[in-house]
């Protein structure tokens, strides 16, 4: 029964987390400026996209419906926000990298504890 307690505590936090970085993207004006800089195409239409994705997942993780296929998204965006975000930090060294890293490899870790917790 804890196990379950637990696994229900993580679906609400990561829940949260990506509703509420969804509701961020889609209400602040300008917020595609952010990916225009890291050179992604279209960022308007990859910020809408991303933050419907976050939504939904982000809801369908909380309510408990489709939750092993809602976390694949997920953990594609937090793979590509790493990638352009973050490993470029490496080259202020290793410890600044960890330092800013810190929260998308938790909700990495906790993404995936998601995953394998469901069949």
Wanted: net charge positive.
């Amino acid at each position: 029964m804890k196990n379950l307690t637990t696994l229900k505590l993580i679906r609400y936090v990561v829940g949260y987390v990506f509703i509420a970085s969804a509701i961020l993207k889609l209400l602040v004006p300008g917020f595609a400026n952010g990916f225009a800089n890291y050179g992604l195409p279209y960022p308007e239409t990859t910020v809408l996209i991303v933050a419907i994705t976050e939504l939904i997942c982000g809801g369908l993780i909380i309510l408990n419906y489709y939750v092993k296929k809602a976390t694949i998204p997920l953990l594609v965006i937090m793979v590509i926000a790493l990638l352009l975000t973050k490993i470029p930090v490496l080259h202020d060294g290793f410890f600044q990298f960890a330092f800013e890293a810190r929260l998308d490899i938790v909700i990495l870790v906790l993404l995936a504890i998601i995953w394998r917790s469901y069949k």
